[in-house]
């Protein structure tokens, strides 16, 4: 029998990895994906932490669920199931469960191999299955391989977890400690991805530059190495990773954007904050003078690499000269995209504690100044790639007929008249607009163009 399976991603891109993950461990099961929650026997939300609206959404969101399951039984038709995943479930477990006790399931990320066996047991027992435990055999040993055509983008996780305890975050709590999945692992699921249509592999970790997996030689490999590996695959056109500590930026990882030319020239790099004092409070493990130091050490192997970063805004004790440090920054990096935020004091993190919190009021003020001048910074990025030609690769139809749509090694997406060209293709292209979301441009077939990724 088809059972329907709707589940909503929130957070990061290791969510939407897992939900993926989620999915396939269910389908031998008789579980198949739908859309809409209204159409579905099982919803799952898997859920994010990271900031208070990121967790106060999830009750909403199950409270509008909750009511639909009513009206369904109330229409005769039978009620759907609902289970929690992820880092809210991750960290509030049992709490989650006194406050929305109509849950059916409470999964944490460590425990989704154990999904299928989980809903058998809810089907079985009274009550709601929970499972936040950290257990010691890995996820990563039961989930199947992925299967049916994959996008030409397609994450890989190789790394999970984080011990720098950055004294804001609840990542090192919801996600457990640092661990590296083995080269020998990450190689089959690449081999199994690219076979699969995927032609951009953008590796996947907490902390995803701390990776120290055991390699087919019984030794550690680095990032860098397993890099430089994955470049070597059939069908590779383009390797990125996400989402790096400044701390772990080290000089063979740095060589690395010299040496390998399918490594984008596009760094996600978080910096949080400009100011020494505050970087110290936030337990961050460098300056922003050396912040400043890596980026240029980057930009010497690669001249055309761009970067991206999180700030946050509003950090206890963060004074109006430890915010304008922060601007100093931005405008002495220069950054092609960003995220700010205003600081979420979350519970059981030491920042939440500290004395010096800083009002709302003075976070929104500080977070539009940061936010405006990152805009700006985005807008002359994406301006400058008119007239230039670089490498895009096709990701599917674009919006038009005839059209298709594919990604500059910055991200930025370009719509350009697609005859002659395939999904899948890594081809120049000549930028001749920038809007405000996307760029247009031309392919210039037989031109080699600048960049190689
Ligand atoms: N591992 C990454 C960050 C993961 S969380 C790193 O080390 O940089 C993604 C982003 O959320 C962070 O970079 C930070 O900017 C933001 N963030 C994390 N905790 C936060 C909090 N308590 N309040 C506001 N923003 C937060
Ligand atoms: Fe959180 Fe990143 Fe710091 Fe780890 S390194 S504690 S994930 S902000
Ligand atoms: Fe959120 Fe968990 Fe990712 S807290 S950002 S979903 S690791």
Known sequence: MNKRLFIRTYGCQMNVYDSDRMAESLAPHGWRRVQSPEEADLVVLNTCHIREKAAE??????????????????????????????????????????????????VGPQAYHRLPELLARRAREKGAA????????????????????SPVSAYLTVQEGCDKFCTFCVVPYTRGAEASRTVAAILAEARSLLAGGARELVLLGQNVNAYHGEGPDGRTWSLARLLEALAELEGVLRLRYT?????????????????????????HLPVQAGS????????????????????ERLRAVRPDLALSSD???????????????????????????????????????????MRGQVKDAVKAERLARLQALLAEQARAFNEALVGRTVPVL??????????????????????????????????PVTITRCHAHSLAGRWEAGATGEGRA
């Open 57 to 106: 959404k999830v009750y909403s969101e199950l409270g509008r669920l909750r009511r639909l399951r009513a009206e369904r039984v109330a229409r005769g038709e039978p009620p759907m199931l609902l289970a929690v995943a992820g880092c809210v479930a991750q960290a509030e477990g049992e709490a989650m469960l006194e406050r929305a006790p109509y849950i059916d399931l409470v």
């Open 130 to 149: 929970l499972a936040t435990d950290f257990p010691v055999e890995s996820k990563f040993d039961h989930l199947p391989e992925r299967s049916g055509p």
């Open 243 to 267: 989402t790096s500590h400044p701390k772990d930026m080290t000089a063979d990882l740095i060589e690395a954007h010299g040496r390998i030319p399918s490594l984008a020239p596009y760094l």
């Open 276 to 295: 020494d004092s505050v970087l110290e409070a936030m337990n961050r493990g460098y300056t922003a003078a050396d912040y400043r130091r890596i980026v």
């Open 311 to 353: 700030f946050i805004v509003g950090f206890p004790g963060e004074r109006e000269a430890d915010f304008e440090a922060t601007l100093d920054l931005v405008r002495q990096v220069g950054f092609a995209q960003a995220y700010a935020f205003k600081f979420s004091a979350r519970p059981g993190t030491p920042a939440a504690a």
């Open 394 to 427: 096709i990701d599917g139809p674009g919006r038009h007929p005839g059209q298709l749509v594919g990604r500059t090694p910055w991200q930025q997406p370009v719509h350009l008249d697609g005859a002659g060209l395939s999904v899948g293709d890594l081809v």
